[in-house]
């Protein structure tokens, strides 16, 4: 199948982002093949006009818990300890599997409709919401997280490293790689270093990519050093756990020893900033891990805790909360911006061949219409992307040369079927 779309602003990265006006974009199958201003040769078998419109690359979330858009809302005002412990964990308990998959169902929606083609995602039993991944034909990147409970004894412990080896290997790999699967450690504070020490070589053993969550708050954060006298980064360091390619979410406490390490160890920070602001965790130190070339992404965490899946947001956020907090509106460019969300995103899943439009790279392709009033005038697109963009500006979502949404139009994921199953969840879990 041979696919061309014509007359758009299309927006691609070489050493800097640049915009080919009315340009043309050639797809084959899953690849791109043609980029340009002028009409590439050749007989293609759709054509279709996007005139008024931006072509972008799809948007990578790199943190999120999607069976918790059953949870939206719950908890509201509660900071991340009572949050959890009170409101979270108690219905948690109660989920079935029919339950996390129409929550994760409802979040790839979300996803779809405001441009994100992957997600990274750590839940309990992703088992049961993995074929619904595939079905939807987006990327993800599945964690099957270690969570210890308390009086948890040895065997207890063992068999939930079990279930997210099984997870592992029954997954990682599935749809022509759409489908990852990754390790997950909860965090420091729900599990025990003989625990992260037995993962983290398992890891190892199957090269394998890891999700954690690292000093979220400050309390977390100081509760570690009390328990173990070293940070909650120092700890998963001297446990080799960086060894493994890793994306750690929020690290909005870190000191400055802890940049180092993650640094030297190439970890991935997420940067979640609607999560972290709603649950008072404050702000992550974007400018000091800047300096030291620590690769950031974005990510939306959970409904319950955001409370939507909305990286357009998230970019905005990020955009002006740095800004306005270290009083510098340089500190975090438009396009340093959107590569985070885009070229970086995908880097840390692991996906060399996405996150651009480019030759030869997967067809992942995002339409934004831009015929809307506060999108008017043009002057620069990175900076209408990040600062005046919304979710519901996006037309089109596209993977692997997959049309996925369209037009307000789910074509993979049955809506009504998911309102249904979102009605016998509601009833049946609260």
Same mark, same amino acid.
């Not at 390490?261 to 649950?279: F, G, I, R």
């Not at 959107?338 to 070229?343: E, G, P, Q, S």
């Given at each position: 199948m041979r696919s061309l779309f014509t007359n758009a602003d299309i927006l691609t990265f070489e050493n800097d982002w640049r915009v080919i006006e009315k340009g043309y974009l050639g797809i084959e199958n899953d690849r791109i093949i043609y980029l340009g201003e002028n009409k590439p040769e050749g007989v293609f078998d759709a054509v279709r006009d996007f005139s008024g419109h931006a072509l972008i690359p799809g948007l990578y979330n790199l943190h999120s818990h999607t069976p918790m858009s059953l949870l939206r809302g719950l908890g509201s005002g509660l900071p991340l300890d009572r949050w959890l412990f009170e409101q979270m964990l108690p219905v948690e308990r109660r989920m079935t599997p029919g339950h996390l998959s129409v929550g994760n169902r409802i979040a790839m929606m979300e996803m779809l409709a405001s441009g994100v083609v992957s997600f990274s995602d750590m839940y309990h039993h992703p088992s049961s919401y993995a074929a619904d991944v595939v079905a939807s034909g987006m990327r993800a990147n599945l964690g099957h997280p270690t969570m210890e409970m308390l009086n948890d004894d040895p065997a207890a412990r063992a068999a939930r490293i079990q279930e997210s080896i099984d997870f592992f290997d029954q997954w990682h790999g599935c749809a022509e790689g759409r489908l990852l699967a990754d390790f997950a450690i909860h965090a420091e504070y729900t599990t025990s270093a003989e625990s992260v020490r037995r993962y983290t070589e398992l890891c190892k053993e199957r090269r394998a990519r890891l999700q954690v969550h690292i000093s979220e708050t400050l309390k977390e954060h100081q509760e570690c050093k009390q328990r173990h006298g070293k940070t909650p980064v120092r700890f998963f360091y001297d446990l080799d756990v960086f060894d493994n390619p890793t994306c750690a979410a929020h690290c909005v406490a870190v000191e400055?020893? &802890?940049?180092? $390490? %993650?640094?030297?160890? #190439?970890?991935?920070?997420?940067?979640?900033?609607?999560?972290?602001?709603?649950? +008072?965790?404050?702000?992550?130190?974007?400018?000091e891990m800047r300096k030291r070339g620590i690769r950031i992404t974005l990510g939306t965490d959970g409904d319950a805790s955001n409370n939507n899946q909305n990286l357009f947001e998230e970019m905005h956020l990020?955009?002006?909360?740095?800004?306005?907090?270290?009083? &510098?509106?340089? $500190? %975090?460019?438009?396009? #340093?911006?959107?590569?985070?969300?885009?070229?970086?995103?995908?880097?840390?899943? +692991?996906?060399?061949?996405?996150?651009?439009?480019?030759?030869?790279?997967?067809a992942d392709v995002v339409a934004i219409d831009l015929d809307s009033p506060h999108l008017m005038p043009n002057h620069d697109l990175l900076s209408l992307l990040v600062y005046s963009a919304q979710a519901s500006d996006v037309v089109m979502t596209m993977v692997d040369g997959k049309v996925l949404y369209d037009n307000r139009e789910f074509l993979t994921i049955d809506k009504d079927r998911v309102r249904h199953d979102l009605n016998d969840a509601m009833k049946t879990l609260f």
């Open positions: 400055p020893e &802890d940049m180092d $390490l %993650l640094k030297e160890k #190439d970890v991935t920070v997420v940067h979640n900033p609607s999560s972290n602001m709603k649950l +008072g965790s404050g702000f992550m130190p974007i400018a990020a955009a002006m909360i740095h800004s306005g907090y270290m009083q &510098d509106p340089t $500190l %975090l460019p438009v396009g #340093d911006l959107f590569k985070m969300a885009t070229i970086d995103g995908a880097t840390a899943q +692991g996906r060399a061949d996405c996150g651009n439009l480019a030759v030869d790279m997967k």
